[in-house]
């Protein structure tokens, strides 16, 4: 749901045929049922992102079904939304562990799990591109730490990987969507303040056909064009 509910809509609108992945059941059936309304073809599969078997069933159907995987996004994370108004997090010397090792699992393993599944189809193509959602926040006030850690983790990851796969022309970046969004899951007060997941516009699109100049960086949206942030 949310941006990538919003990515989901947009790729099936420019004729691309689409695999999702969630633990949401009910989330997939929906949106696989919007998705298929586009007339293209539609992968809608329960997949827990920590667990590498879901994650390459899911990559090896996709391929199966459509002969090529060309872009895959790393959408999938377990987020504060503080700014919807949400509890900070528990400091460090109050978490548990539990909740630290699923939140690292689900924004960082399950990116590397996803990427290491996707690549050798890329690779098989000869082409393909790598998004992986970044997202911001501060130290002041605490709270956001293990949700930060794994973003910031994720703009090297992209920075690194870029690079094993620059030889195959995939093309790895981070994508900044813009700042905080309310999804339809948000409270009715957040989402009457706060811009819905149709304010990221075009820059995941854009995304999937940059050049490999942007490749290994962190990308925004500047004048309608992606531009390179670090």
């Not at 949310?2 to 999702?20: E, F, S």
């Not at 699992?105 to 393909?128: D, V, W």
Request: with cysteine; aromatic share 8%; charged share 20%.
């Amino acid at each position: 749901m949310g941006i990538g509910r919003y990515i989901a809509h947009g790729a099936a609108a420019r004729g691309a045929n689409v695999a999702i992945g969630d633990i949401d059941d009910e989330g997939l059936r929906q949106v696989g049922e919007e998705l298929r309304s586009f007339g293209n073809k539609v992968i809608a599969m329960h997949v827990d992102v920590q667990r590498e078997d879901d994650v390459g069933r899911l990559m090896e159907s996709t391929f199966g079904e459509f002969g090529t995987i060309d872009y895959l996004v790393n959408n999938a994370a377990i987020v504060p939304h503080f700014s919807w108004g949400g509890p900070r997090w528990p400091k460090v010397r109050d978490m548990d562990l539990e909740f630290w090792t699923r939140v690292l699992g689900t924004n960082i393993q399950g990116s590397f799990l996803c990427a290491k599944h996707a690549i050798p189809y890329m690779e098989r193509g000869g082409s393909g591109h790598i998004v992986n959602l970044y997202g911001g926040g501060g130290p002041i006030p605490p709270g956001g730490l293990a949700y930060v850690l794994t973003k910031e983790a994720l703009v090297t990851f992209t920075q690194y990987l870029a690079e094993e796969v620059r030889e195959h022309n995939i093309c790895v970046l981070s994508v900044d969507p813009g700042g905080a969004i309310a999804t339809e899951r948000a409270p009715e007060e957040a989402r009457a303040r706060m811009p819905g997941p149709e304010s990221v516009g075009d820059r995941f699109f854009l995304a999937a056909e940059a050049g490999m100049e942007f490749s290994g960086h962190l990308v925004s949206l500047v004048d309608g064009e992606l531009a390179i942030i670090r």
